[in-house]
């Protein structure tokens, strides 16, 4: 089958790959569609860092080359024989989180936080960016029928941003900024009006991005032509309660913290490529915190948690998809079209992949 195999920094080829046996427990799944993830950019741009290089992962054994992809949906086609809850012709999409299950973390219920954990398309396992994979059934969540496999795509970046705003200490009627305009703060953006929030301030500098902030409804901030602190505290009480930073860079990280008011939380969710420096004068002065927020909930009931309730709220119109997706290519056109483009600033958020 064709696959987009990643061999190293700026170096995926779609190629023809052996596509995993299906065990007892797995079920397989023609792919749909695939999105390209930031974390896939950044393993491409600045790779590896997640995944496994010179010492394979420990719970899937595998190095590089493996097959990126862990935002996918699709049709089971097969299923194994110890698989009960699965049924071929199901459409579904995928949870990629993948845990030991002996570590403290994973006795604990918190699974994401496992201390080997990993994802599909990251550790190993063959990944959503190809024409097949083969995942354990207890990691498939069932898609509602009045949701286009598409947009279900979308569930695992929005299950990233639901989960941020559930580790953060937004309550109902805070005000709270955004910076970073991606699939992940766009995200956050909309599951934070779906959690009370009252105002909503997006920073972005590039004008596409920060356009679709705009067409759902969210106060869109250029930084690079106002201070967002001065210009968000002129718009409420001295500032937000709550600020999501999902850019990834330092000057945003700062602005994040000074943008919120005394006693607030900055809320970290993005991926750094550099290490950030800060004035720690900013957080002891002010009593604010900083929250660190990893994937969203996983586990053997995986199925049960922030998945289902972005599933549920694409189901009933309450997260808007469409604008998130500016562009759809083939598997062939995946590192020209895709991993390219997201490289370089312009209009593109989230570019799903069809094998």
Sequence with gaps: ??????????????????????????????VAYCGICGSDVHEYAAGPIAIPDENTHSLTDETLPLTLGHEFSGTVSDAGEAVDDVTV?????????????ECRFCQEGNYHRCVSGGSIGLAGWGGGLAERAVVPASQVVPVPDDVGLDYATLTEPYAVALHAVRRSSLQ???????????????????????????????????????AVAD???????????????????????????????????????????????????????????DEATIQPNYLMMAERSIV????????????????????????????????????????????EDGFEALTEPGEQVKILVSP
């Design 215 to 273: 067409e759902l409804g969210m106060r869109g901030i250029d930084p690079t032509d106002v201070d967002p602190v001065r210009w968000i505290s002129s718009r409420t009480n001295g500032g937000t309660d709550v600020a999501y930073e999902a850019a990834g860079v330092e000057p945003a990280l700062e602005t994040a913290i000074r943008t919120t008011i005394r006693g607030g939380e900055v809320l970290l969710v993005s991926v750094f490529e």
């Design 292 to 335: 660190g927020s990893i994937a969203y909930r996983t586990g053997p009931r995986a199925a049960e948690y922030e998945f289902a309730a972005v599933l549920e709220a694409l189901s009933d119109d309450r997260l808007d998809p469409d604008p998130l997706v500016t562009k759809r290519i083939d598997l062939d056109d995946v590192v």
């Design 89 to 101: 012709g199901d459409r579904v999409t995928v949870n990629p989180a993948i845990w030991c299950g």
């Design 1 to 30: 089958m064709r696959a987009a195999v990643y061999h190293g920094q700026r170096d995926v080829r779609v190629e023809n790959v052996e596509p995993r046996s299906v065990g007892p427990n797995d079920v397989a799944i023609e």
């Design 172 to 210: 109902s009627g805070d005000d709270c900024a955004v910076f970073g305009a991606g699939p992940i703060g766009l995200g956050i953006a909309q599951t934070s009006r779906l959690a009370g929030a009252r105002r909503v301030y997006v920073s972005e500098p590039q004008d596409g991005r920060r």
